[in-house]
């Protein structure tokens, strides 16, 4: 396991859905051996999209990890220099917007991303979410337009978007010989040549042939683009650029744009087809050649719980361990595995680590480098490497990991809050604990995944991002825990905030004979600071007028008031509340008092405070013909939508609004009924909206209708 890290490459692959992230993936591992059979996304025999429901409905739902070598440069490929094995720890990530946790998670663990496009549809929705996630981990990416077979095919058109829809400096580093059905090449700008690939061996061999005479000028002007691109950004060779801009070598171009990569100041764009396995081979030595390996970031920077100081991990063996736990799955083999990302040190299997959160200690009993869902067991692990370790108690997502006696805290992944919700019930008596185990685990397994039960009517509420996530939800209770539910209607998550501030006296008395409870307590209650979530809790009590030691249990009263709003029960995200005066009794006085003051003075204060209900509002995205365009922009606006923009891509029209997920229910079949099939939408959580009046008036009556 001991390996060069120079040579190691960590990386991900992400791409709106159907972009062809799988099939990407499946050629690789053909290409470097793991694979003697190719797989396919539609034949249901992708070695990455493990799960039935992924085999069935043909998509990607949770991130696979696997670990493969490249032999780089390729074996034909003409150089005189040595070839090297490089190794890969790949993550095909999902494509549909119900599980970007899975983008997100595995993204916070990568050094570099190879950013997949369809030629024909460009940059997408989901693509533009994926590439905001990357930009907020900063992780250096590589384009890659795939699906050049296709027709309608555009490569320089795809790279515009990237330009301008996702404001980031794509340069093409290869031109596409022929498109549509006639692809079958490329022309490698940096070296200036061209490339035909050999069809009856799946592209594993290829032949360097002359630059076709009708590409010659359309090479020179973009060879001359990523040359000045390249001069831009490297100061030294921006004056042999205005000398001779002949005089810039191959390899300082190379050594240019890997720099550039690394800087997010350059995103070289290759083009190829996975389906018909053209150009995976050239992105693969791209990734050798441009995507940082461990060693070129510095380290990474955590804080010591101990001295609450910052420290710095250095990429190296001899380092104390510290790892960041990004994925835990249940294998029905192995039991729960974590998935993890080592930053530094070495982890040997049998041994003990710290678990930063719990401040516990965990034994890894066995440490695995993964395949898909299959696991090869390994002796130790160390920097720049991910696996899984089972054998642990206490260890969920987002956790470090570190050496005991050196303690570190590095930075988690924040998840976003569900937006739907059904009610599911065991169908028998015997399913009842089944249920509330494999809930447990599921909820473990997905940080966007959540469970509740409704305090008034006892039903247990499941919610999540969207639904088909909750459609796979149930689906994986029926056949991975053997749990038959009957499952409600789809509910929205609702939430409820204040939008004034209201001053409030609340005086809890109880006298039952003996030791009564008495409490009093002035506060201002109001919306919190925007941007900031949780309570905002402020004391101003002067002169003891309420012991300190009942602070807190004011402060914790307000705290679990808010999971219960005062309209309809829905749960309250940031609010303030300033504690300014109040009262006790030395006898009847307690904690558990003023607990309940605060408790009762919220719902009391709610109405002045002016407490609303917020709805969530999706952004939507439509690809329709043009005659269909007006039905579906008149059926926006029946479900209060708001249409932002209209625009053209491949022949159609793009209608892109947002709208309230309420009004979103069965929208597919809607669409396809006035499209006659022909229009497809995509939709992603934007924000939370108040709810009009006469709307949520019929939610708060059918709330409490729900719970009398």
């Keep these: 396991m001991a390996r060069d890290l120079e040579l190691t490459r960590n990386i991900g692959i992400a791409a709106h859905i159907d972009a062809g992230k799988t099939t990407t993936t499946e050629r690789i591992l053909f ?63 999902p ?67 990237v330009k301008e829809m996702l404001g980031s400096n794509a340069v093409p580093i290869v031109l596409p010989i022929g498109d549509e059905a006639d692809f079958k090449g490329i022309v490698d700008l940096v070296k200036n040549r061209a490339v035909i690939w050999h ?14 005479a009708d590409m010659v000028d359309e090479v020179k002007e973009y060879r001359a683009k990523l040359i000045e691109a390249v001069a831009e950004y490297d100061e030294n060779l921006m004056e042999k650029f205005f000398e001779d801009e002949d005089s810039i070598s191959e390899d300082e171009v190379h050594a240019a744009l890997r720099a550039a990569v690394m800087d997010m100041s350059i995103i070289p764009m290759v083009c190829g087809s996975s389906f018909k396995n053209k150009g995976v081979q050239f992105l693969l030595d791209a990734v050798c050649r441009y995507l940082p390996s461990p060693m070129d970031k510095e380290g990474i920077v955590g804080v010591n719980p101990e001295t609450g100081k910052e420290e710095k991990r250095r990429p190296d063996v001899k380092e104390p361990f510290a790892a960041l736990a990004f994925k835990i799955a249940t294998d029905p083999f192995v039991g729960r595995l974590a998935f993890f990302r080592v930053y530094s040190g070495r982890l040997d299997a049998g041994s003990y680590i710290l678990n930063n959160r719990s401040g516990k200690k965990e034994r890894i009993s066995r440490i695995y480098q993964m395949h898909s869902n299959k696991q090869n067991a390994i002796d130790f692990i160390e920097a720049g490497d991910i696996g899984a370790a089972v054998g642990f108690k206490d260890i969920k997502t987002g956790d470090t990991m570190s050496a005991e006696k050196h303690p570190i805290i590095l930075e988690s992944m924040d998840f976003p809050d569900p937006v739907i919700g059904i009610a599911v019930e065991p169908r028998t008596k015997a399913d009842v604990d089944k249920l509330g185990m494999a809930l447990a685990k599921l909820a473990e397994e997905d940080p966007t995944f959540q469970v509740k039960t409704d305090e008034a009517s006892g039903q247990t509420i499941v919610s999540g991002m969207g639904e088909l996530h909750l459609d796979v939800i149930v689906d994986r209770l029926k056949r991975e825990f053997k749990v038959d539910v009957n499952q409600g209607e789809p509910q929205v998550e609702y939430k409820e905030a204040l939008t004034a501030t209201a001053n409030h006296r609340e005086v809890y008395k109880k006298q039952s004979g003996g030791r009564g409870k008495f409490a009093d307590i002035v506060f201002t209650m109001g919306p919190g600071e925007e941007g900031k979530d949780g309570l905002e809790f402020e004391n101003n009590i002067k002169g003891g007028n309420i012991p300190k030691e009942y602070i807190p249990a004011v402060e914790k009263g307000f705290k679990e008031a808010m999971k219960n709003g005062p309209l309809a029960g829905f749960e309250m995200d940031s609010m303030k509340v300033t504690l300014s005066d109040g009262s006790f009794h030395a006898v009847d006085s307690d904690s558990l008092s003023f607990e ?25 995205e439509v690809l329709t013909p043009e005659e269909n365009m007006g039905d579906i922009v008149g059926d926006l606006n029946r479900r209060r939508g708001t249409i932002t923009s209209m625009d053209d891509r491949a022949g159609a029209k793009v209608v892109k609004g947002s709208v309230p997920l309420s009004e979103m229910f069965g929208y597919v079949t809607s669409l396809r009924t006035l499209s006659s099939g022909r229009a497809t939408s995509t939709m992603e959580f934007s924000h939370y909206a108040e709810t009009p009046s006469n709307i949520a008036e019929e939610v708060i009556k059918k709330a409490k209708g729900i719970t009398a």
Aim: aromatic share 10%; glycine share 6%; with cysteine.
């Design 31 to 93: 290409y470097t051996g793991v694979n003697h059979k190719l797989g396919e996304t539609h034949e249901g025999s992708a070695t990455m999209d493990w799960m039935e429901q992924e085999q069935e409905r043909g998509i990607t739902i949770t991130s696979a990890a696997t670990t493969c070598d490249w032999q780089f440069p390729m074996e034909n490929a003409q150089v005189l220099e040595d070839t090297k094995s490089y190794h890969f720890n790949i993550i095909d990530t």
């Design 199 to 212: 069809e009856e061996n799946f592209g594993s061999t290829f032949d360097v042939v002359d630059i076709p």
């Design 95 to 161: 494509g549909h917007v119900d599980f970007t946790v899975e983008v997100n998670r595995s993204l916070r663990v990568l050094d570099g991303l190879v950013f997949l496009f369809s030629a024909v549809d460009g940059v997408e929705p989901q693509s533009e979410t994926n590439w905001r996630l990357a930009d907020n981990y900063k992780v250096p990416r590589i384009g890659f337009v795939n699906k050049m077979d296709r027709q309608g095919a555009n490569f320089l058109n795809v790279n515009k978007q």
């Design 596 to 620: 309940l003051a605060a408790k009762l003075g919220y719902k009391a204060a709610a109405k002045a405070a002016r407490a609303v209900l917020m709805e969530p509002i999706m952004k939507i």
